[in-house]
């Protein structure tokens, strides 16, 4: 730290390490003055987030929540110009100082980087090849959705597209529910080809949560709208019509809506009333032990006395909602309930379902 060194830093430019190291702040850089538009309007989010420009564009600075590109993606157009970069893991942003150009920085919007989920990203239809994820879940919590019109068993499915949005979006704080027929779209569009099922029923889900907020909406209008934004990610073996009837039988089998506030009020509850519980509980003082055993009694309580119940994505999910990185010390300490004679497995789970719990103790008064 000498005088000379000091001095430098006051002419220098600052730049801001991106990925994991810094609480998974990624800068989603557009390059093209043209396509900025293009993000706000798809992403009307993007306008609440910090934004910094250079000398053209917009960079906006976003939390990711749950998984995103571990890498840094190069976007491109159709024609195989540059228009920016998802910058993740080992990169940095400049967010101060001087660009190439002469021109300095600018904060575009004063705002803290606000937090997201990856999939929540729609791509400018002038964007060739998005960032993309390998899986949606971890490979033990996925459930192969192919898109041939096989009769998949969407009722199965649904545990694991509910783990989803607990995964993704309890990091933030709370869980956001879908409130209008633009933002259900929005969120349901695929990211890769092969995905388009599984997305359709997660569009089902979200006209079962704006039914329920008493959104008027029609069917037809919605298919073709998400029709036409999922069209650089369908197989053009399927006609439209086939992924309309998928749709429409993904209407008829959805049951929990996306964003269901069921994981997160029982969550919530265990958050702010911790007690009562089992003294044998009480007795164990690792973090984490006694909240994880509190939100099993609010699901129970949210089921009703004695009746069965379970967690969408099973102890992964439970491992997200308590920060554990792995599930392994979750399920440690629910085998050690079981043992206190707190839980009681009622239906073993497999690839395909959660396990079925009964919480045991006598359920406080509401």
Same mark, same amino acid.
């Given at each position: 730290?000498?005088?000379?060194?000091?001095?430098?830093?006051?002419?220098?430019?600052?730049?801001?390490?991106?990925?994991?190291?810094?609480? /998974?702040?990624?800068?989603?850089?557009?390059?093209?003055?043209?396509?900025?538009? #293009?993000?706000?309007?798809? /992403?009307?989010?993007? /306008?609440?987030?910090?934004?910094?420009?250079?000398?053209?564009?917009?960079?906006?600075?976003?939390?990711?929540? +749950?998984?995103?590109?571990?890498?840094?993606?190069?976007?491109?157009?159709?024609?195989?110009?540059?228009?920016?970069?998802?910058? #993740?893991?080992?990169?940095?942003?400049?967010?101060? $100082?001087?660009?190439?150009?002469?021109?300095?920085? @600018?904060?575009?919007?004063?705002? *803290?980087?606000?937090?997201?989920?990856?999939?929540?990203?729609?791509?400018?239809?002038?964007?060739?090849?998005?960032?993309?994820?390998?899986?949606?879940?971890?490979?033990?919590?996925?459930?192969?959705?192919?898109?041939?019109?096989?009769?998949?068993? !969407?009722?199965?499915?649904?545990?694991?597209?509910?783990?989803?949005?607990?995964? !993704?979006?309890? #990091?933030? +704080?709370?869980?956001?529910?879908?409130? #209008?027929?633009?933002?259900?779209?929005?969120?349901?569009?695929?990211?890769?080809?092969? @995905?388009?099922?599984?997305?359709?029923?997660?569009?089902?889900?979200?006209?079962?949560?704006?039914?329920?907020?008493?959104?008027?909406?029609? %069917?037809?209008?919605?298919?073709?709208?998400? %029709? *036409? =934004?999922?069209?650089?990610?369908?197989?053009?073996?399927?006609?439209?019509?086939?992924?309309?009837?998928?749709?429409?039988?993904?209407?008829?089998?959805?049951?929990?809506?996306?964003?269901?506030?069921?994981?997160?009020?029982?969550?919530?509850?265990? /958050?702010?009333?911790?007690?009562?519980?089992?003294?044998? !509980?009480?007795?164990?003082?690792?973090? $984490?032990?006694?909240?994880?055993?509190?939100?099993?009694? @609010?699901?129970?309580?949210?089921? $009703?006395?004695?009746?069965?119940?379970?967690?969408?994505?099973?102890?992964?999910?439970?491992? =997200?909602?308590? +920060?554990? =990185?792995?599930?392994?010390?979750?399920?440690?300490?629910?085998?050690?309930?079981?043992?206190?004679?707190?839980?009681?497995?009622?239906? =073993? +789970?497999?690839?395909?379902?959660?396990?079925?719990?009964?919480?045991?103790?006598?359920?406080? *008064?509401?």
């Amino acid at each position: 730290m000498t005088t000379k060194y000091l001095a430098k830093l006051e002419h220098g430019n600052i730049g801001v390490v991106l990925g994991a190291k810094s609480g /998974n702040l990624i800068a989603l850089d557009v390059d093209d003055d043209s396509l900025v538009e #293009s993000y706000l309007t798809l /992403n009307p989010f993007l /306008n609440d987030t910090l934004q910094t420009h250079g000398a053209r564009g917009r960079v906006f600075w976003l939390r990711m929540t +749950g998984d995103y590109p571990a890498k840094t993606v190069k976007l491109k157009t159709a024609s195989g110009e540059a228009s920016g970069e998802f910058r #993740s893991n080992r990169s940095q942003s400049i967010i101060h $100082g001087i660009h190439p150009s002469g021109k300095p920085y @600018e904060i575009v919007n004063l705002a *803290k980087p606000m937090a997201v989920a990856f999939s929540r990203i729609v791509w400018p239809s002038e964007i060739s090849v998005p960032p993309c994820l390998p899986n949606i879940l971890p490979k033990a919590d996925w459930t192969e959705v192919t898109e041939v019109t096989e009769d998949t068993d !969407v009722a199965e499915v649904a545990e694991v597209a509910e783990a989803a949005d607990v995964i !993704v979006e309890q #990091s933030v +704080g709370g869980f956001s529910l879908v409130c #209008s027929v633009d933002e259900a779209v929005n969120r349901c569009l695929p990211n890769k080809i092969h @995905e388009n099922n599984i997305r359709l029923f997660d569009l089902a889900r979200a006209l079962l949560t704006l039914t329920g907020q008493g959104v008027d909406f029609d %069917h037809d209008e919605v298919f073709d709208a998400w %029709h *036409k =934004k999922a069209e650089p990610f369908l197989r053009p073996e399927l006609k439209k019509e086939d992924y309309f009837l998928e749709f429409l039988k993904a209407c008829h089998r959805a049951r929990v809506p996306l964003g269901s506030a069921r994981v997160t009020a029982a969550w919530e509850r265990a /958050n702010q009333n911790l007690l009562p519980l089992p003294p044998k !509980v009480m007795a164990i003082q690792k973090p $984490g032990f006694q909240l994880l055993c509190a939100f099993y009694r @609010e699901m129970q309580a949210g089921e $009703g006395v004695g009746k069965v119940w379970f967690v969408a994505g099973g102890l992964r999910a439970c491992a =997200k909602l308590l +920060g554990h =990185k792995h599930h392994s010390t979750v399920e440690t300490w629910t085998a050690a309930m079981h043992t206190m004679k707190v839980l009681k497995t009622i239906q =073993k +789970g497999d690839a395909h379902h959660s396990t079925r719990f009964v919480y045991l103790p006598t359920l406080p *008064k509401s």
